[in-house]
T-cell receptor, first 113, second 112 residues
Framework: EPEVTQTPSHQVTQMGQEVILRCVPISNHLYFYWYRQILGQKVEFLVSFYNNEISEKSEIFDDQFSVERPDGSNFTLKIRSTKLEDSAMYFC???????????FGQGTRLTVV | GNSVTQMEGPVTLSEEAFLTINCTYTATGYPSLFWYVQYPGEGLQLLLKATKADDKGSNKGFEATYRKETTSFHLEKGSVQVSDSAVYFCALSDQGNTPLVFGKGTRLSVIA
């Protein structure tokens, strides 16, 4: 069964460093998303991406965040200068065009120290 | 804006007990409703969904009915197992490809 894959599963980084989280969405999906879950809190939407551009973003997705689809398969989230409060589980998801159901990856746990 | 409210956890049940996790929503229009499950150390998995009023979603013995009149989508299971221990998230989506809005999650622990 096709699935969304994310790498790495866990990343530890120092405050102020840049990190790139990687995702391979399901191959025939056209919409891609990033969500995050701070420990013990709810899952929050960050950004959606369609047709090589951001289609929607939340207030959380400020200038330190960026997304890119560098090739035909990968979808990345870059955090330019990490802060302690960026520590969270980051989930990538994808969906077909017109679909309401999103398929999630296993998540990347980011720890900023 | 849209929002989802779930009952606070954690919920601890004995094996074979009946489970209800309450979920109510606020939305303009007619959203699709979902329950996602997160097993320990894993990502989010879709458990079930309903796309219109009075639809019942079901999977793995879990059920939820889309109640427009009470704006609710309560999750139920008649007999829980230890393997059902997880965090359950209620969520909604306005229409195709719009972002999901999640509730805070309810942690369920089932003891033998």
């Amino acid at each position: 069964e096709p699935e969304v894959t994310q790498t790495p599963s866990h990343q530890v980084t120092q405050m102020g460093q840049e990190v790139i989280l990687r995702c391979v969405p399901i191959s025939n999906h056209l919409y891609f998303y990033w969500y995050r879950q701070i420990l013990g809190q709810k899952v929050e939407f960050l950004v959606s991406f369609y047709n090589n551009e951001i289609s929607e973003k939340s207030e959380i997705f400020d200038d330190q965040f960026s997304v890119e689809r560098p090739d035909g398969s990968n979808f990345t989230l870059k955090i330019r200068s990490t802060k302690l409060e960026d520590s969270a589980m980051y989930f990538c998801a994808s969906s077909v065009e017109g679909g309401t159901e999103a398929f999630f990856g296993q998540g990347t746990r980011l720890t900023v120290v | 804006g849209n929002s989802v409210t779930q009952m606070e956890g954690p919920v601890t049940l004995s094996e074979e007990a009946f489970l209800t996790i309450n979920c109510t929503y606020t939305a303009t229009g007619y959203p699709s409703l979902f329950w996602y499950v997160q097993y320990p150390g894993e990502g989010l998995q879709l458990l079930l969904k309903a796309t219109k009023a009075d639809d019942k979603g079901s999977n793995k013995g879990f059920e939820a009915t889309y109640r427009k009149e009470t704006t609710s989508f309560h999750l139920e299971k008649g007999s829980v197992q230890v393997s059902d221990s997880a965090v359950y998230f209620c969520a909604l989506s306005d229409q195709g490809n719009t972002p999901l809005v999640f509730g805070k999650g309810t942690r369920l622990s089932v003891i033998a």
